[in-house]
């Protein structure tokens, strides 16, 4: 990335290139009117995801049914496939092209407000090449590959993976299915993978994949699962990589309830799936995980955030009433289990009798919207500077 050193954006990521984007739609910065062209989009062109031969939107690879596996018994080879920077290295206009014929075929499936291809080609375009972000307050534009957070991306990404796809697969290959950019690849023999992978990165120059194959136990790790294949039979287990934290939503945290279920909820549900082959230790690791964040079978210890009963304290400067009076005004309507100590800047005596004894500083203090004048010692209020 290069900082840009005039008024003009300057381009990402090694080669300083103007590019003005001229658009009726969309202006060269970030604006919700790109934002809400990339949602219409995806609303009306997700159903081309279903088109997709191989791209199947699932995260548990145990929830496939793998009755073919059986006629190779232990002759089969399995690996996994990763896309090296998927989404920076995505070409925008193959990638368009890949959406557009794939709509072609499939017209009477996609809404598309009444617009004719070229139109449709035109905004997809611009909506693509609106692709500045800022960064320290210094504007960037990425030069290639899928805008960072467009809510389009994934679905380009995904269609455009199948055309290359489509074009690589042999009919050895007896088993193929793909997350985003992660495949799990089943052929008959370890020639054929290789093969497949030559072809799916002779395609595109900056689409790469990786190959990663089992361990000496017979096990592949995938996403968060590990499988096995052998004499027809597959087993699973639970596969986290060496590098995580076990750092999950805090039980404490102010986040939702519901978000913190939901994390529980799916740690216990791949407990459940891999239990008939895990053994206890995974178990053990699963419920050390969730104590480690907070999470144990005490309901109102584990669900609602901790706070003392008048609230964390979180000292500001005060500046003056006014001020005071609307913010502890915003912070109560939010309902953050905080409580506001406005503490009053030091004056000349305080800063040039610190360094000799110690000032108690009278604190004003907004709780629950009630003005309070700390003045006494003893009062838990009182900030002593040194």
């Keep these: 990335m290069v900082r840009k050193k005039t008024a003009k954006l300057n381009s990402f990521p090694n080669a300083f290139k103007q590019k003005t984007v001229r658009s009726a739609l969309l202006p060269p910065s970030p604006t919700p009117t790109r934002s809400r062209l990339s949602k219409i989009f995806t609303e009306n062109f997700n159903s081309l995801i279903g088109m997709v031969v191989n791209g199947h939107e699932y995260q548990e690879i145990w929830s496939i049914d793998l009755p073919i596996f059986s006629q190779f018994r232990s002759v089969a080879s399995y690996a996994s496939f990763d896309a ?100 799990f690849v089943v052929g008959s023999s370890p020639e054929v993978l290789q093969e497949v992978l030559n072809n799916l990165n002779s395609h595109d120059p900056n689409i790469k994949f990786t190959i990663e194959e089992p361990d000496p136990n017979g096990f592949l790790p995938f996403l968060n699962t590990k499988v096995c294949i052998q004499d027809g039979l597959n087993e699973f287990g639970w596969y986290k990589k060496p590098s995580s934290k076990n750092i999950i939503i805090q039980s404490g945290s102010a986040h939702p309830i519901y978000m913190k279920a939901n994390v529980v909820r799916s740690i216990r549900r791949t407990k459940d799936k891999i239990g008939g082959v895990a053994n206890s230790s995974n178990d053990n690791e699963m419920e050390r995980i969730l104590e480690e964040n907070g999470y144990s079978k005490d309901v109102s210890r584990t669900w609602y955030p901790f706070s003392p009963p008048d609230g964390i304290p979180m000292v500001l400067p005060f500046v003056n009433d006014r001020t005071a009076r609307e913010v502890n005004r915003i912070v109560r309507r939010s309902s953050l289990p905080i409580r506001l100590v ?22 004003t203090t907004y709780s629950a919207g009630i003005q309070t004048l700390a003045g006494s010692q003893g009062s838990s209020d009182i900030v002593t500077t040194v």
């Design 342 to 363: 406005f503490e009053p800047s030091p004056d000349l005596k305080d800063l040039l009798t610190s360094s000799r004894r110690a000032v108690s500083v009278a604190v």
């Design 84 to 183: 090296v920077s998927l989404y920076t290295n995505v070409d925008n206009g193959c990638a368009t092209k890949a959406v557009l014929d794939l709509f072609e075929e499939h017209q009477a499936d996609v809404n598309v407000i009444g617009l004719t291809k070229d139109e449709l080609e035109q905004l997809l375009m611009t909506t693509l090449a609106c692709s500045v972000f800022r960064f320290n307050n210094k504007y960037y534009m990425q030069q290639r590959g899928l805008a960072m957070g467009l809510r389009l991306a994934p679905l380009l990404a995904i269609v455009y993976l199948d055309r290359i796809e489509r074009k690589s697969l042999t009919t050895s290959v007896v088993f193929y299915k793909r997350h985003i950019d992660d495949v």
